[in-house]
């Protein structure tokens, strides 16, 4: 696997000129859709679960996890927080696509730990509109976790909430350890 350490970098980090990341990545997929042969399976998930979890690049979820292609649905965002896209994915998910049960992943040193309601604005100061979303910081990723669960487990769009389970990734070990939801 490529990791941006090991990215060709010229003069002052910049990415040698092979092309834009973008470019690599359409290489890629061509190398990858040559060898491609359809696994022949539709949008459910043979597993039943929706994984809501941190958009942050050291999490390697399927690695993690042991999941396959096709096991769950994944859901990611700044945080892993359960916001009403969130909310909206999940309940097409359970009533379209068949899932029951839900796992939420945050994880140690969050980039929204050092983030405050400033952030907003400060983009309202740059660009003169105020965004409509959270930032949705936190400085307890454990009570975060609980908040999540509590979001899930109160909407009134969701089908099954006896199975949702929080849980905090450690980046240095790679360890999950469970949030008590209490």
Not at 62 to 81: Q, Y
Not at 93 to 121: K, N, Y
Not at 138 to 161: E, I
Request: glycine fraction near 8%; charge should be negative; hydrophobic fraction near 40%.
């Amino acid at each position: 696997m490529t990791t941006s350490a090991s990215v060709p970098a010229g003069p002052q980090g910049a990415i040698a000129p092979r092309g834009t990341v973008t470019d690599r990545l359409v290489e890629a997929n061509e190398r990858y859709a040559s060898a491609f042969t359809d696994p022949g399976m539709d949008a459910r998930p043979v597993l039943h679960v929706a994984i809501v979890a941190c958009m942050d690049a050291r999490l390697d979820l399927h690695a993690a996890l042991g999941l396959e292609l096709g096991d769950c649905h994944t859901i990611r965002n700044a945080g892993g927080v359960v916001t009403d896209d969130v909310i909206r994915s999940l309940t097409i998910s359970q009533r379209a696509l068949g899932t029951r049960s839900i796992v939420l992943i945050h994880h140690t040193g969050c980039g929204l730990e050092t983030l405050t309601e400033d952030f907003r604005h400060d983009l309202e100061m740059e660009v003169g509109q105020r965004p409509a979303w959270a930032v949705e910081s936190f400085r307890d990723v454990d009570q975060d976790v609980r908040q999540s669960m509590q979001r899930v487990r109160t909407s009134p769009f969701l089908l099954h909430t006896d199975d949702v389970r929080g849980f905090v990734f450690d980046v240095k070990t790679g360890l999950l350890r469970e949030v008590d939801p209490a």
